[in-house]
């Protein structure tokens, strides 16, 4: 399925071509002051424009659907699904699931920088251990699986709820770095890396920064300098704008000022990151193939059409549609003729995807989603955007006067646990980072916040889970994390989308992976051609009189 996007907004326009090509300035349509004009305080206002996603991913359109509805038996009795109507706003998802290749290329950016941090690496090293069992000879996959070429295009496993999380804000900056070095506004990779001589290009210089790049940390103007500021930087119209080294340009002279990429500009993506169970049951069940006009003509048990688990296509005939255990001691039919063309993992673009162009959403590994698990969730979720497992966090300032963020050893901002669910007035914010610097000395009334943080549950108290329990009566706490799917060592039962599972968030399994997605800002609708619309009107454009 082809998706058609619009372009994203990539420069302010220029103040030079505003005054010579247009004849009416845009103007704002409360005040009736000019837009884009270094003249009158330099008031900006960007075009409009629906972003494209991130490297990777495909656009799942929203709207409402029964989660849980696709299941028709509970054979493990647990009870923990039961349907009831939900709405899931559009969004990003990864097209397959994180390959071996993808963990390498991870791996590879921590060894070279960060060459002597031992325990960086150690620590995003997949647990390869995985694949040992008692009573099977599986030691080879120990040593080849994540590594040997092999297997580079199969799912890593062994990753961790915590490691899925680490690997999302990675993949977050090494994309945003991307964009701003191709596109100019950052030093070119090649002048970073010193032309390719081992000496920074001349204009590049030494970084004022040596941190990674940092998407929060950059947005908050802390990433930026000579050796980091490229040649195609955005226009600075502010009245308070300077000009020359050392205040954000690149050439160090006396021509238009020049800025660090703003969010207001949408050239920079969204956060990568693990998806809701709602969103991804909701992706991998892709009634969007099996609706016209909303209605659903037909539901489905897997993310194909029809109860069975063979192809019915002419070509494909009878060829299973994903990678998992037939039966017991079955996992990959007779030699000769094999069912599923795998005994582990396949690659991740086996089988056809579903009618969201999403390829291994039922079988080959199992996948982590976001949230936090527990056996009643339906019966506490909200009905748009579903999710259990918030964790407010609040960015530590370094320096309240100056709104610097506190940085941690690799350059990312220090979160801390939110002490509110409303905007503080500014003596509280004060108070707060003031706690936080002293290691979270204080009471938690919401006069005086100190260390306690808000509790986002909704009820009104904490979570009757008690962790004293845990392990003699109960498995579950707030360590427990969903995962769903269905894996290559699992029987069709749990291909349902509506199946789920959980794991404590630092265990890892041979059967379990991952994948990320990314939230979808502006209009919802995907393919708007062809479908009638509302016809969105412009404000009269305002002349003083």
């Known amino acids: 399925m082809k998706l058609l996007f619009t372009r994203t907004a990539t420069a302010l326009i220029g103040l030079s071509a505003l005054m010579s090509s247009c004849s009416k300035p845009e103007r704002s349509s409360k005040t009736g002051m000019v837009y884009n004009d270094k003249n009158n305080g330099g008031y900006e206002r960007f075009r409009q424009a629906h972003p494209a996603p991130g490297p990777g991913l495909v656009a799942i359109e929203g709207g409402t659907f029964v989660m849980g509805g696709s299941a028709d038996q509970d054979v493990t009795y647990d009870y923990n699904n039961v349907r009831r109507r939900v709405t899931v706003p559009s969004f990003y998802m990864d097209e397959t699931e994180v390959s071996n290749q993808d963990w390498l290329d991870y791996m590879h950016w921590i060894g070279i920088t960060f060459p002597n941090d031992h325990k960086l690496y150690y620590d995003a090293i997949p647990d390869t251990l995985v694949w040992r069992r008692p009573l099977s000879y599986n030691d080879p996959y120990v040593e080849n699986y994540l590594r040997h070429p092999a297997f580079q295009d199969y799912p890593v496993v062994g990753v961790s709820w915590d490691q899925a999380q680490e690997y999302c804000t990675w993949r977050t900056d090494r994309m945003n770095e991307t964009i701003l070095r191709e596109t100019g506004r950052m030093v070119s990779w090649k002048d970073a890396a010193g032309g390719g001589k081992g000496k920074a290009t001349a204009g590049a210089g030494k970084p004022a920064n040596k941190d990674p790049f940092n998407t929060d940390i950059y947005l908050n103007g802390q990433y930026k300098g000579q050796g980091i500021d490229g040649k195609k930087m955005m226009p600075d119209i502010s009245p308070t704008a300077s000009t020359g080294a050392?205040?954000?340009?690149?050439?160090?002279?006396?021509?238009?000022?020049?800025?660090?990429?703003?969010?207001?500009?949408?050239?920079?993506?969204?956060?990568?990151?693990?998806?809701?169970?709602?969103?991804?049951?909701?992706?991998?069940?892709?009634?969007i193939g099996n609706t016209e006009f909303e209605n659903i003509d037909n539901n489905k048990v897997y993310p194909w059409n029809g109860l069975g688990v063979r192809s019915a296509k002419q070509k494909t005939r009878g060829l299973i549609l994903a990678n998992f255990k037939r039966g017991l001691g079955d996992n990959m039919g007779v030699g000769g003729y094999l069912n599923d063309k795998a005994e582990i993992t396949a690659p991740v673009r086996t089988y056809p995807p579903n009618d969201f162009g999403l390829y291994q959403m039922a079988g080959n590994v199992n996948e982590w989603v976001q949230d936090t698990y527990r056996q009643t969730s339906f019966e506490e979720?909200?009905?748009?955007?579903?999710?259990?497992?918030?964790?407010?966090?609040?960015?530590?300032?370094?320096?309240?006067?100056?709104?610097?963020y506190a940085k941690d050893k690799y350059g990312k901002p220090i979160l801390d646990a939110a002490k509110s669910n409303k905007k503080l007035t500014y003596e509280q914010m004060i108070a707060n980072q003031q706690s936080a610097a002293n290691g979270g000395a204080g009471n938690s009334t919401p006069e005086a916040p100190g260390s306690k943080p808000y509790n986002p549950d909704f009820r009104g108290a904490a979570d009757s889970v008690n962790n004293s329990l845990y392990g003699t009566t109960t498995l579950v706490n707030d360590k427990s994390k969903v995962y769903k799917g269905g894996s290559w060592n699992d029987m069709a039962f749990w291909l349902n989308p509506a199946t789920r599972r959980f794991m404590d968030e630092d265990e890892s399994s041979a059967t379990v992976g991952f994948r990320c997605a990314m939230t979808m800002v502006g209009a919802p609708e995907i393919s708007p051609a062809g479908k009638p619309h509302y016809s969105v009107k412009k404000p009269k454009n305002y002349k003083p009189q």
């Open 246 to 287: 050392g205040a954000g340009n690149a050439k160090g002279n006396n021509k238009q000022p020049v800025r660090p990429v703003r969010i207001e500009d949408g050239i920079l993506k969204q956060k990568y990151r693990l998806p809701s169970e709602a969103e991804w049951e909701y992706a991998a069940l892709s009634l």
């Open 381 to 404: 979720f909200e009905d748009f955007n579903p999710f259990r497992g918030n964790e407010y966090k609040d960015k530590r300032m370094a320096d309240v006067n100056k709104g610097t």
